[in-house]
């Protein structure tokens, strides 16, 4: 089982893995930017996905120096992967915040040191925080999110529409992008509930001058009915898995 030493140990050890899943504009076959996901890999167990150890690295606190560890090495990998394909060379990235680091006083020069030190221009980043980050202490959450739009970095709200949504932070709040959740997706072509409320998330960000991200695409049906909708922007197993970094670039359309 996963505990605060064998986590220790696992940092120490260098056993953390970061995957990248692309996010497509529709239409284009480069993807527009990748998903940073940690993974573990332990020896002789294999690849512990995050849900396994995230939430105990939040509670020991440990979540702060694996976010930090995430968030340099994906910035640099995509500075790498911008300069060095010509088919990657607007890449975005987007990491995921949890709560603890979204708190952590020293988050925003810690983003600022690791921007400067990869060369990645700070609009290439989005940082991805839930709902429930949001509500946490509304006015230091708003300094915060301004602290980091100052940087130039792109805001994201992941699994919308799934916390304790308050639409009215998409006014007060400086957000870039909204993420729909996957399990909206999931049912968006056989559920009448989940249908509407992933053409109302659409309506929305599009009213708002928001991107918006349908998360989870399996099917060319869900595909074609999120285009239809008005959504821009796709991940999910239809279109590519999480995927190591030295295997990123097979997913590439041929170049030239
Ligand atoms: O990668 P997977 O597909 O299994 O992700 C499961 C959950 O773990 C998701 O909610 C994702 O946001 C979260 N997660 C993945 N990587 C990171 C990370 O680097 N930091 C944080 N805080 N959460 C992550
Ligand atoms: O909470 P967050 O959106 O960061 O979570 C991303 C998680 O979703 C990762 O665990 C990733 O592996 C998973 N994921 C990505 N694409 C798909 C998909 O098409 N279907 C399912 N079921 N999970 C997906
Ligand atoms: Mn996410
Ligand atoms: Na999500």
Redesign the pocket.
Known sequence: VETEQSLRRAIARDELRVHY?PVYRLGQPSPVGV?A?VRWERPDVGMV??DRFIPLAEEVGLIIPIGLWVLRRACRQVARWRAEDPRLADLRVSV?LSARQFGDASLVASIATVLEASGLPAECLGL?ITESVLLDDIDATEATLRALRALGVRLSI??FGTGYSSLSYLKRFPVDEI?ID?SFTAGLVTDRADLAIVQAIIGLANAMDLEVVA????TDEQLTRLAELGCRLA????LAH?TPPDQVIALLPPEG
Do not use: A, I, T
């Open positions: 899943q998903e996901l996905p995050p995921n991805e992941d699994d993420k996957r998360e989870g695409v399996e991940q999910g197993y239809l999480p």
